[in-house]
């Protein structure tokens, strides 16, 4: 049974067994309130980041990355810019304090976007492809879906990520 909260104006819904979680949120911000059960996940980002400023999504990118993401797709109107600017963030870590280096040195973190697909071949992807770098394997077997300022798309992660046979 999925559990539902909510926090602040942040909708979750944790499916525990599954190891997943869809969050909802009005605005591109870390929740600081999320508490991810495994050392490393997988995130995937449903949202219009047409109106976000580089900084927003370099601050958002930092706070997942801090909280141990290793696998990152983007999906929505935008979602090109925002995953370059997330690759930014990584490669410019990588170039100096590498604070998200991995276990092993051919270790990197992944990242995808997906601007011509529907929501419900990313969210495919993201629960049988997504699937981070050897070093970075171990541990992070959890999944985060948020979805910014649209609760159809959390609903349709939600319904489609439970129905799921496996994830990988």
Not at 15 to 21: G, H, N, Y
Request: aromatic share 10%; hydrophobic share 45%; glycine share 4%.
């Amino acid at each position: 049974m999925p559990i539902k909260s909510v926090l602040g104006d942040t909708l979750e819904v944790m499916e525990p067994q599954k190891r997943f979680v869809v969050i909802q949120i009005p605005d591109l911000s870390w929740p600081r309130t999320l508490e991810v059960p495994s050392k490393r996940f997988r995130l995937l980002v449903a949202g219009d980041t047409t109106h976000l400023t580089t900084e927003d999504i370099a601050d958002f990118t930092l706070a997942a990355l801090n909280q141990g993401m290793v696998y990152f797709c983007s999906w929505g109107p935008d979602c090109e810019r925002f995953h370059d600017i997330v690759d930014d963030v990584i490669l410019g870590d990588s170039l100096t304090r590498q604070r998200f280096a991995g276990p092993k040195s051919s270790d990197v973190i992944m990242t995808t976007r997906h601007a011509h697909e529907t929501l419900e071949e990313v969210l495919d992807f993201f629960a049988i492809s997504a699937v981070p770098t050897e070093g970075f394997a171990a541990e992070s077997d959890f999944r985060v879906v948020i979805c910014v300022g649209n609760s159809v798309w959390a609903a349709t992660a939600n319904k489609f990520l439970q129905s799921a046979e496996f994830f990988v």
